[in-house]
């Protein structure tokens, strides 16, 4: 098994900022790609930022120049910093990871429980 854990959510004002954790856990040989993704209500779970190991990032139109995502290798744990949050932002945002198991050939495809993230006006 590949636990994610993440951390971070929470509510901030229109213009704040909120940085998010995700640390991967278990058997895990190596990591390919960790990412965020985030669902409001009434909508479709949408891609918010992707970060592939070697350092290429994919970012949402919506969310460029605002939100930064990186990575700590030897800790397994992605993180997104979101800068002048807007009320548009509020959803859950789910952590996803990619990677191979320690003893499998097979690889893994993760996801956090969500973590609510919610901004007032």
């Known amino acids: 098994q590949v636990q994610l854990v993440e951390s971070g959510g929470g509510l901030a004002q229109a213009g704040g900022s909120l940085r998010l954790s995700c640390a991967a856990s278990?058997?895990?040989?190596?990591?390919?790609?960790m990412g965020w993704y985030r669902q409001a209500p009434g909508k479709q779970r949408e891609l918010v930022a992707v970060?592939?190991?070697?350092?290429?990032?994919n970012y949402a139109d919506s969310v460029k120049g605002r939100f930064t995502i990186s990575m700590d290798n030897a800790k397994n744990t992605v993180y997104l910093q979101m800068n002048s949050l807007k009320p548009e932002d509020t959803a859950v945002y789910y952590c996803?990871?990619?990677?191979?198991?320690?003893?499998?050939?097979?690889?893994?495809?993760?996801w956090g429980q969500g973590t609510q993230v919610t901004v007032s006006s």
């Open positions: 996803n990871a990619k990677g191979r198991y320690r003893t499998l050939t097979r690889l893994f495809d993760s």
């Open positions: 278990g058997s895990i040989f190596s990591i390919n790609a």
């Open positions: 970060f592939i190991s070697g350092g290429s990032t």
